[in-house]
């Protein structure tokens, strides 16, 4: 998918992460999601965010503790971050 690379254990995200791409990114990150015991994704190049995307680490962190590996978010939009925190999920995922 465009707007995603996978460079070993480190996953970039630069789309919108908003209803239009979510399904999408949550049917890639099962294929990415795999060959390491850790993942990092970087959000350093999105310009929008919206409920939808916090669903979407929510989903990526599910799949990942159910394979055992260890997933970190970098550069996480602040945006997300404050629904994070209205949806009391900021000290449960690892932004």
């Not at 055992?68 to 932004?95: H, M, Q, S």
Request: aromatic letters at 6%.
């Amino acid at each position: 998918m465009q707007g995603v690379e996978k460079k070993d254990n480190i996953i970039t995200v630069s789309c919108n992460l908003d209803f239009n791409t979510t399904q999408s990114l949550l049917k890639l990150g099962e294929e990415l999601l795999k060959g390491h015991k850790q993942f990092q994704i970087c959000f350093k190049k999105i310009t929008h965010v919206d409920s939808s995307g916090l669903a979407l680490l929510c989903e990526w962190y599910k799949l990942a503790r159910r394979r055992g590996i260890e997933l970190t978010f970098d550069n996480t939009p602040g945006r997300l971050v404050k629904i994070a925190e209205l949806c009391n999920l900021k000290n449960i995922l690892p932004l």
